[in-house]
């Protein structure tokens, strides 16, 4: 009867995680839609946009460059003022997001 109930319980923790995770990326294409593919695009900025693409980068490497904006320890007018703006959670699902996309 134990392990029965274990094994609910693992099925269910799993199932929750995979929730999470999913709602975390389309919280990130949402605030990647508002905020960032003005400049960035979502796969590809425009043809003469000086912006770098973000779609494939690595999450952690986005998470790092978005907080070190946001705390002003990484200089960029533009992105310090738009970073400024993000929690710890818009950050992580952002990076989440253009991480899982094709460039």
Sequence with gaps: MRLIALSGLLIL??????????????AGEA???????????????SA??????????????LKTALKQYRDKTRKSDIMNAIAGSLS????????MYY???KP
């Design 13 to 26: 923790g799993l199932m929750s995680t995979q929730s999470a995770n999913a709602a975390s990326i389309y």
């Design 48 to 61: 003469d946009a000086p912006f770098p693409p973000l779609a494939g980068r690595d999450a952690d490497y």
């Design 88 to 95: 710890d959670d818009d950050i992580n699902n952002v990076a």
């Design 31 to 45: 605030k990647a839609a508002t905020v960032c593919s003005q400049c960035h695009g979502i796969r590809m900025p």
């Design 99 to 101: 991480a899982k996309l």
